[in-house]
């Protein structure tokens, strides 16, 4: 069974930084897309950032240059990097790998439990 795991989440002053991890554990064959979303209070849930395998990855206008996403696939890794927070970054922030499962061959779509991110002013 494979499991996802966020850490890094918290309060921080508008201005301040944080920076995300998330840890996928199991049987994984191949991670092909890993993401972050967020969803803030009283609202859906966002994409944030996500990055392909070998592919530049895509933000949120929202975010572009103030946030950056990295992953480590060997270590099923993936990591955000956000700088210069504002309020409007309060959320739940999500983690997702789209991988294929070993044991069974399945490839499908794999989420966290979620960190929490508030930004004060």
């Known amino acids: 069974q494979v499991q996802l795991v966020e850490s890094g989440g918290g309060s921080v002053q508008a201005g301040g930084s944080l920076r995300l991890s998330c840890a996928a554990s199991?049987?994984?064959?191949?991670?092909?897309?890993v993401g972050w979303y967020r969803q803030p209070p009283g609202k859906q849930r966002e994409m944030v950032a996500v990055?392909?395998?070998?592919?530049?990855?895509n933000y949120a206008s929202s975010v572009n240059g103030r946030f950056t996403i990295s992953s480590n696939n060997a270590k099923n890794m993936v990591y955000l990097q956000m700088d210069s927070l504002r309020p409007e970054d309060t959320a739940t922030y999500y983690c997702?790998?789209?991988?294929?499962?070993?044991?069974?061959?399945?490839?499908?779509?794999?989420w966290g439990q979620g960190t929490q991110v508030t930004v004060s002013s």
């Open positions: 997702n790998m789209y991988l294929l499962e070993e044991l069974h061959g399945l490839a499908g779509d794999y």
């Open positions: 199991g049987n994984i064959d191949t991670i092909f897309l």
């Open positions: 990055i392909g395998d070998g592919d530049s990855p």
